[in-house]
């Protein structure tokens, strides 16, 4: 694999507008009852001083996914840049991946009976555009990025956040920068 492609979540500018949910919405016209991508508030009691955050996850398109391992009719394929992608004709709705995912990014669309998730909208990559949850996302709080050894040695950017599974078993592509804990100083200028 010549490159891993994947997220880059910056907390700091997340003001958790869900544009990027919506954006997703938009471009596949997905059911309902299907999220391939979610804005969530992390719970303040997980971190060491007062904080308000919000993350922004769809598929991680792991380096290792469980998905694409567990799949017994191979509905799951990982590209040369990283991104996984699942073919919903090959898919029998067994939603074994659904269980074996420890982000529960695949969705289980009940009016088709079949698995459904984010592909990183790889043909929009393939057209020189970006994914239309980066696109839409105002802040700038969401980046399309290439996972290297340089990025996760940059200050600020981690890995895990409290209350995520262990990255240890997917290698997920998805990078974080945490916020800024602790009381916020409001000063008028």
Request: charge should be positive; include cysteine; charged fraction near 25%.
């Amino acid at each position: 694999m010549s490159k891993q492609l994947g997220f880059l979540h910056n907390s700091e500018k997340c003001i958790g507008c869900r544009g990027c949910e919506m954006a997703c919405k938009n471009e596949y016209q997905s059911d309902a009852s299907v999220r391939w991508r979610q804005v969530y508030q992390l719970r303040e009691k997980d971190f060491s001083l007062p904080t308000r955050m919000f993350i922004s996850v769809a598929c991680n398109h792991c380096q290792n996914p469980e998905c694409l391992r567990v799949c017994p009719v191979k509905a799951y394929t990982k590209r040369e840049d990283g991104i996984v992608i699942h073919d919903q004709e090959r898919c029998i709705g067994c939603k074994l991946c659904t269980m074996a995912c420890p982000y529960d990014r695949p969705q289980f669309n009940t009016v088709v009976k079949k698995v459904e998730k984010c592909n990183l909208c790889y043909e929009r990559l393939d057209q020189g555009q970006q994914p239309a949850c980066v696109a839409a996302c105002v802040p700038e709080a969401l980046q399309l990025v290439e996972m290297t050894d340089e990025l996760d040695l940059k200050t600020g950017v981690l890995t895990n956040l409290p209350g995520m599974p262990d990255p240890a078993v997917t290698h997920p592509s998805i990078r974080f920068i945490g916020p800024k804990q602790g009381k916020q100083i409001r000063r008028d200028v």
